[in-house]
């Protein structure tokens, strides 16, 4: 079963718009991991965050925030302004532990996000 | 600091012929990933390298695979032989620690089979 769900495949928006990026993840886990990653044209995937499962608090860094809803299993990303800067795929990732050093992160389908000036 | 380089970027093989990918992780980085995306799908784990040993490769799709991480440094992904499944961009990570460390990835290697 998928454990991490990006339902939007493609999102296309005009520059200083906002964009929300919607992920759903299923664990059995009390303990657990959550990661967005930014894939730019030149192919890296660059991290952009880490949250733990006992914090809720929503996060804020420049023009990017976080919205971890642990009564929803979600853990949505929002774009604030847009820039042309920001097109990419973005994958939202799951991590679980599968022994007390074995970690796997279990990754979406990602969302290709495009912003048009 | 130098990020984790793989090289080739791209690749075209004809199926059946044989295809070696290489990563260098982060110095110093003891875990090393090999992960997959194909066809614009979700990523997937392939296996996970702790030093020279394979802590998990419950992710390699079948003997057609075979990773090797010599002393510790540098990690080949061989595919032997390549079938038109195994189109993908394939990427590597590494981290400091095991844990929830977040990975440094690579800008994978682009595998086409044709």
């Known amino acids: 079963a998928q454990k991490v769900t990006q339902a939007q495949t493609e999102i296309s928006v005009v520059e200083k718009e906002d964009v929300t990026l919607d992920c759903v993840y299923e664990?059995?886990?009390?303990?657990?991991?959550l990661f967005w990653y930014k894939q730019p044209p030149s192919g890296e995937l660059v991290f952009l965050i880490r949250r733990n499962s006992f914090d809720e608090q929503n996060e804020i860094s420049g023009r990017y925030s976080w919205n971890f809803q642990k009564s929803t299993s979600s853990f949505n990303f929002t774009i604030t302004a847009s820039q042309v800067v920001d097109s990419a795929v973005y994958f939202c990732?799951?991590?679980?532990?599968?022994?007390?050093?074995?970690?796997?992160?279990?990754f979406g389908a990602g969302t290709t996000v495009t912003v048009r000036a | 600091e130098a990020g984790v380089t793989q090289f080739p970027s791209h690749s075209v093989i004809e199926k059946g012929q044989t295809v070696t990918l290489r990563c260098d992780p982060i110095?110093?980085?003891?875990?090393l990933y090999w992960y997959r995306r194909v066809m614009g799908k979700e990523i997937k784990f392939l296996l996970h390298f702790v030093k020279e040993s394979k802590q998990d490769e419950s992710g390699m799709p079948n003997n057609r695979f075979l990773a090797e991480r010599t002393g510790g440094t540098y990690s080949t992904l061989k595919v032997q032989p390549a079938e038109l499944e195994d189109s993908g961009v394939y990427f590597c990570?590494?981290?400091?620690?095991?844990?929830?460390?977040?990975?440094?990835f690579g800008n994978g290697t682009r595998l086409t089979v044709t």
């Open positions: 110095s110093g980085h003891d875990n």
């Open positions: 664990t059995r886990d009390t303990t657990y991991y």
């Open positions: 990732a799951l991590s679980e532990a599968l022994s007390s050093n074995d970690y796997k992160l279990s």
């Open positions: 990570a590494s981290s400091q620690e095991t844990g929830n460390s977040p990975l440094h």
